[in-house]
């Protein structure tokens, strides 16, 4: 107690260190160690050696993944978007008008998470099946093509990265709305802003932190991931984080793997500063979730 | 420090003795046991040779031999084990082992196909760590890798007199094994075509699978041999003498079908469920699949196409670094027993490799012996092929030009 009271400059650091180590541990030297074998050469068997001259690793899985680079953001830009335009309704709805319901809806939101993200997309496999509960009825009835379907195809992929990453968005806005002192949008309404006037003005840009974070929770991990597109799409819709795992753990094309990696990593970075920058950081964190 | 030195003494002597009188418990058991393909309890035998230990008489054991584990991991495809008539949740097979030795078996049915199963545990492997598994049943060429990486343990062939006494011959002394004892044969099998009668008719001829009629209905396999192989022999070339040129012929014509909206999809072991769901009506599939799956759809048939299909080995692998060694070996040896191993070719409905169990099968049913999948004609025999042995080289070319049309 001494030693802290004599160096008190030290409290800060010491209170951050465990979250510092674990990002050294889990997060930068696994960093480092992906960042070196991406400049690898060499195969599983024979062993791989290191030369800075395999930058062309970066280049390669770029010039040959750009299809599956632009289809990730797309797919994941959309289910974004989806997301931000089901969650903003249903989060406004339970923080103004869900009463004493509000745990519960709220608790509704969150209930999925209760059953493995893998099962509930394998149901959605089963139950859009093309012979599946909805579709097969509908087809026996003759009101379909036989050949009609919904699993494996984009539609598929994105609607199941939107419905997995749902909740990512509608929480964070749920916290910024549910922020919101009311009697400002009774003052805007006072000084005879419209109701819309009054959501445009003050409601929406006082939630805008939410939607900053929710955005980032659902469009990063949708940029990776591999679990929608694996079970709900075809060979035509395969997205990044396919072809990562795919170079990972079929091909053991470690260096080109660990090269995408790295690309995928450094065009989120940059999508995201684009997106703050837009949204304007500073008032976004001062105000954050 | 010093003191200690008296009492280490008479420890290493007692385990003499006790090594002793297991020897000689051995011997006895030895001379006991019968040859050919009658059932033996594993012994603390001689040291690892090829002939059958219950004939050559058992030498000084070094060590005593351990006991059972409690537990045994054990990873395996579906379809591959034979249910508990009374309890589907349950194996005939695992419970009587448990019933012999005490060792409750932790059987999943965890591997979908060879590649990804792979992926989930090579970085244990890579970093010499336990897997988790004791016995995992893969196919030849992943098996080939897999002893070349040096990532499978050598078994000790001394515990496994019935995998020495009842192994086909045909299955001994393969290339990527020279010793033979790092991987034993599970079950082999065909691929070829799997269909919903009801909807195709009897299919025989590997064209079907790239007939546009089947669009949007139709299985490929995430396993690039089967898949690959299957479009050579409808191409007219030969997988067993595969190069580089037939590899990109294939490619070609899967990505030509896929671009005129075939719109297959690429499955593992799911390839089934969707065939029993009626998502598709036509996949290739693996021989003994087709039977399993009937009680859950009666229109299942499948067919060797009349241009050929393949033949594969599934082997039990010990991954490197595995808990329980011992009693892996002993499950194995246990269903190379002939009358256990009968009954699990009596329900999966591949082909056996324990010599033996055909005997047994026919005895107890004579319809048996004209089952195409366990016993297959040999005008079928002759239309099958083993895809070629690939070098690191070629493999990693054919890998990578597979992964074109898996769209990755």
Known sequence: MRFLRQHRGLVPYLLLAPGILWLLLFYVAPGIVMLGSSFWEGSLERGYAFSLENYTNYTNALSRFQPHFVRSIEYAGIATLLTLLIAYPLAYGIAFRGGRFKNLLLFMVIAPFFTSFLLRTISWQIILGDQGIVLGPIKEAGLLDNNFAIISTPFAVIAGITYNFLPFMTLPIYVSLEKIDIRLIEAAQDLYASRSNAFRRITLPLSLPGVFAGSLLTFIPAMGDFVNAELLGNPQTTMIGNVIQNQFLTQNNYPTASAISFLLMAGILIAVAVYARLLGTEELTSGGV | ?408
Request: charged fraction near 20%.
């Open chain 2, 1 to 408: 420090m010093s003191d200690q030195e008296p009492l280490q003494q008479p420890i290493p002597r007692r385990q003499f003795l006790a090594g002793a009188s297991l020897a000689g418990f051995a011997a006895f058991l030895a001379a006991c046991g019968t040859q050919g393909t009658q059932s033996q309890p594993p012994t603390a035998g001689p040291p690892a040779t090829s002939g059958p230990p219950a004939t050559t008489g058992p030498t000084a054991a070094p060590t005593p031999p351990p006991s059972p584990s409690a537990e045994l991991n054990f990873a395996n495809w579906t379809f591959y084990l034979d249910p508990d008539p009374e309890d589907e949740t349950k194996f005939t097979t695992l419970e009587d082992f448990r019933a012999e030795f005490g060792t409750q078996v932790n059987y999943q049915e965890v591997i979908d196909d060879n590649d990804s199963f792979m992926g989930t545990i090579q970085p244990q492997l890579q970093a010499g760590q336990d897997t988790g598994w004791d016995i995992i049943v893969v196919t030849d060429w992943m098996a080939a890798r897999i002893i070349r990486l040096g990532w499978a343990e050598q078994m000790d062939l001394g515990n496994m007199p019935n995998v020495t006494a009842n192994l086909q011959d045909a299955y001994k002394g393969v290339s990527w094994d020279s010793t033979d004892d790092h991987h034993v044969p599970w079950q082999s099998g065909m691929t070829g075509l799997g269909f919903d009668r009801e909807s195709t008719g009897d299919l025989t001829s590997v064209r079907e699978l790239f007939d546009l009629k089947y669009r949007g209905q139709i299985d490929y396999l995430t396993e690039m041999r089967d898949t690959i192989g299957l479009t050579m022999l409808h191409l007219g070339a030969d997988p067993a003498a595969a190069t580089r040129a037939d590899c990109d012929a294939a490619i070609a014509e899967i990505t030509r079908v896929q671009n005129e909206g075939m719109n297959a999809n690429f499955r593992g072991n799911a390839y089934a469920r969707d065939l029993t769901r009626g998502d598709v009506v036509l996949s290739m599939a693996w021989s003994g699949d087709m039977v399993a799956a009937l009680p859950d759809n009666p229109n299942l048939g499948f067919a060797v196409p009349s241009e050929g299909g393949m033949l594969w080995t599934d082997n039990c692998i010990i991954p490197k670094g595995a808990q329980n060694k011992y009693t892996a070996e002993l499950m194995i040896d246990y269903v190379y027993r002939p009358e256990v191993a009968a009954r699990i070719a009596a329900y999966v409905n591949y082909i056996t490799p324990v010599k033996g169990a055909a005997e047994i099968l026919i005895a107890s049913d004579p319809e048996m012996a004209n089952n195409p999948l366990i016993f297959p004609p040999e005008d079928v025999l002759a239309r099958l092929h083993i895809f070629v042995g690939l070098s690191e080289d070629d493999e990693a070319y054919f890998d990578e030009q597979f992964a074109t049309v898996l769209g990755l």
